[in-house]
């Protein structure tokens, strides 16, 4: 089974296998939880895009759905729980 990649848009410089990536860089096939990383710790955000076909937001769990939140910049996002986050993400998404 295929590990699961990201696309992600560097937000800060940062150093990868000794070169370093410059901010406005998008870096497609990030491992996952490298992708998770970098936008957990602000150097990256997410890029969605249409070949991107995820799980539906009901189907991730809380610490997958405060990762989207995160990387969205939705304020409060810490303390909501599943539907608040669910409902949070969709509306960001809708605009």
């Known amino acids: 089974m295929a590990k699961k990649?990201?696309?992600?848009h560097c937000?800060?410089?940062?150093?990868?296998?000794?070169?370093?990536?410059?901010p406005g860089t998008e870096?497609?096939?990030?491992?996952?939880?490298?992708?998770k990383s970098l936008i957990r710790r602000g150097k990256a955000?997410?890029?969605e895009t249409d070949d991107q076909e995820g799980p539906a937001l009901s189907e991730m769990?809380?610490?997958?759905?405060?990762?989207v939140a995160e990387a969205l910049q939705i304020?409060?996002?810490?303390?909501?729980?599943k539907?608040?986050?669910?409902?949070?993400?969709?509306?960001v998404?809708?605009?």
């Open 45 to 47: 955000v997410l890029v």
């Open 61 to 67: 769990t809380v610490p997958e759905l405060k990762d």
């Open 83 to 91: 539907a608040d986050l669910i409902a949070a993400i969709e509306a």
């Open 11 to 22: 937000t800060s410089a940062f150093v990868v296998g000794g070169e370093i990536v410059k």
């Open 27 to 35: 870096m497609p096939d990030v491992p996952e939880s490298e992708a």
């Open 5 to 8: 990649t990201l696309t992600i």
């Open 75 to 81: 304020d409060g996002f810490e303390s909501m729980k």
């Open 93 to 95: 998404e809708a605009q």
